[in-house]
């Protein structure tokens, strides 16, 4: 049988995965297929492709309770030749590094997953490192860098994604489609005024400010309204994207991640994504009534509370 000399990166979906998709294609070649997952569509998405020369993982995490499928389909494509390179920044448990029999895993602490793909693949490349700053601003939520937000913007669909990516490839940081997104920034900041504002806000029981916020059908840089509320003194901010999804912001005086690795999730001790499990009456409640909370989502509300 022929090898597949196609390569593919599997990069996450926000704008550290955009960013390693646009150094990736420096590194290893333009002609590279990009697809987009998270930890908890990573399993899918492996199943889908059939055989390549090489596959790349960045910026996302192994969710533990998906091991042993992932460790079957990364074997099934060893066995046709492909070589697999896995390049993350959050934290793993212990047990999953053993996956680095199998792979070729780099897990390093960093701002962001796009900069050690920066440092290990493409050190020499000025390019490649204006991205991997882009990546370490964004992941970081300093939002420091002019174009930063206006960049996060344009991470809410494959297309736009698809779009940065080859842009910044390139070498080009700005054009019209980018002076649109600066003026939707402009629009969000005030509404993120306002739902700061408003934010359904309690005490845990330890006394940390808990803000909670329904974002579900809202476009948004949730991170840019987490930041706003701990600039209002917000310890924890939970917010929810979808019915079976959110993310949990913190100021780091509590660990997040092990609350979200109880909902299917994954990410950084004080910026992290959960997802949640729906049952049969949530998926028929949440049709009848957009306000509806998944049962999984309340119960990560109490766990908040107890913090």
Known sequence: MQKNAEKIFIVHTDLDGVCSGAIAKRAFGNDIKIKFAGPRTLYDTLKRIGSCSLLGIVDVALNHSDYEKVVKEILRLKASGCELIWVDHHEWAEEDKKISQHVRLILEKSPSA??????????????????????????SNRNELELTLAYKIGTRSNRERLELINMFSRGAFYNEKIEEYKKRVEEENKLIEELAES????????????????????????????????????????????DSSGVLYGDGKVNLLEIAKKYNGGGHPSACGVNFKLGFFDKLLTRISKKHVPTQAKKLLNDLKTL
């Open 114 to 139: 796009a900069s050690i793909l920066y440092r290990t693949f493409a050190k020499d490349d000025e390019i490649a490192k204006k991205i991997a700053e882009i990546a370490d601003d964004g992941d």
């Open 199 to 242: 934010a359904n806000v309690f005490n845990s029981a330890t006394g940390l400010k808990v803000a909670v916020i329904d974002l579900r059908g809202k476009k948004l840089i949730g991170s840019l309204l987490a930041k706003k509320l701990q600039q209002k003194g917000v310890d924890v901010v939970f917010i929810i994207y979808s």
